[in-house]
T-cell receptor, first 113, second 114 residues
Framework: DGGITQSPKYLFRKEGQNVTLSCEQNLNHDAMYWYRQDPGQGLRLIYYSQIVNDFQKGDIAEGYSVSREKKESFPLTVTSAQKNPTAFYLC????????????FGNGTRLTVT | DQQVKQNSPSLSVQEGRISILNCDYTNSMFDYFLWYKKYPAEGPTFLISISSIKDKNEDGRFTVFLNKSAKHLSLHIVPSQPGDSAVYFCAASDGGGGADGLTFGKGTHLIIQP
């Protein structure tokens, strides 16, 4: 079954620690995205990558970092510089067709205390 | 400044009736619109889309209507079923070709009452 796998589903960290969220896809999609969802908010774009070894900042990139060393993988690191890291994080991918819908993973709920 | 607005945070509809979810946008450069459905603790799934060259697109129980002059679109679900209870996100694309040009609304929580 093709899809996007995010792990872990729940993650707990102490304030001041960096944490990396995993995202793997086997859809052979070129483009991958990280979104953040907060209660009562829409999805906000953190980072995106349209090809391997290249990525761009989204609307709320501060305090986050990414890498794209492989087509299948797009890990997101939430650094200690992110002021409000507790949120639901969604990874998505799409092929290069114009207006192709996003395919989302099931998300990672990060709680920082 | 919200470019895509879903003004109803929640909507309650009786099973079997029609559900109408609304979405307004301000950016006249948006030329493609999508609806996503999301269950709790899961990722959103694509539901239906419409290009700005059309005013209606239908897929089974789901129909999306676009009124460009009013910068308004709506999603109709008929008949509504219990499994339709979810959060629905409206999204608009500015034609950039990728999801980096996609703007999401805040979502409407649809509750189908038995």
């Amino acid at each position: 079954d093709g899809g996007i796998t995010q792990s872990p589903k729940y993650l707990f960290r102490k304030e001041g620690q960096n944490v990396t969220l995993s995202c793997e896809q086997n859809l052979n999609h070129d483009a991958m995205y990280w979104y953040r969802q907060d209660p009562g908010q829409g999805l906000r774009l953190i980072y995106y990558s349209q090809i391997v070894n290249d990525f761009q900042k989204g609307d709320i990139a501060e305090g986050y970092s990414v890498s794209r060393e492989k087509k299948e993988s797009f890990p997101l690191t939430v650094t200690s510089a992110q002021k409000n890291p507790t949120a639901f994080y969604l990874c998505a991918s799409t092929d290069r067709g114009r207006n192709s819908p996003l395919h989302f993973g099931n998300g990672t709920r990060l709680t920082v205390t | 400044d919200q470019q895509v607005k879903q003004n109803s945070p929640s909507l309650s509809v009786q099973e079997g009736r029609i559900s109408i979810l609304n979405c307004d946008y301000t950016n006249s450069m948006f030329d493609y619109f999508l609806w996503y459905k999301k269950y709790p603790a899961e990722g959103p799934t694509f539901l239906i889309s419409i290009s700005s060259i059309k005013d209606k697109n239908e897929d089974g129980r789901f129909t999306v209507f676009l009124n460009k002059s009013a910068k308004h679109l709506s999603l109709h679900i008929v008949p509504s079923q219990p499994g339709d209870s979810a959060v629905y996100f409206c999204a608009a694309s500015d034609g950039g070709g990728g999801a980096d040009g996609l703007t999401f609304g805040k979502g409407t929580h649809l509750i189908i009452q038995p």
